[in-house]
Nanobody, 120 residues
Framework: QVQLVESGGGLVQAGGSLRLSCAAS????????MGWFRQAPGKEREFVAS????????YYADFVKGRFTISRDNPKNTVYLQMNSLKPEDTAVYYC?????????????WGQGTQVTVSS
């Protein structure tokens, strides 16, 4: 099992940047593809980005391509989401997840989420 704790959320103006971090416990972190998801008020949770176990492959939802970057540091058991050019519509609770697999972008283990609010 993997325990995940997100951090780095906050309030930012449109056009600004934030970097989210997700710290994982357990010795199996590098055996999991990792992903970020988000859920806005009144909406379903949606996929944002994922990264392969070895960090060599990444995949993004169309609405964040060119603005967000997912990365991981396996020795530190941490995955990151660098978010640039933020828009008010990016406002949501962001969740980190250990995925079923890189190709099955469904979370097996979830963090508690971190709030990101983008003001216009």
């Amino acid at each position: 099992q993997v325990q995940l704790v997100e951090s780095g959320g906050g309030l930012v103006q449109a056009g600004g940047s934030l970097r989210l971090s997700c710290a994982a416990s357990g010795r199996t972190f590098n055996s999991y593809a990792m992903g970020w998801f988000r859920q806005a008020p009144g909406k379903e949770r949606e996929f944002v980005a994922s990264i392969h176990q070895n960090g060599g492959s990444t995949y993004y939802a169309d609405f964040v391509k060119g603005r967000f970057t997912i990365s991981r540091d396996n020795p530190k058991n941490t995955v990151y989401l660098q978010m640039n050019s933020l828009k008010p519509e990016d406002t949501a609770v962001y969740y980190c997840a250990a995925l079923e697999s890189y190709w099955i972008r469904r979370g097996r283990y979830w963090g508690q989420g971190t709030q990101v609010t983008v003001s216009s």
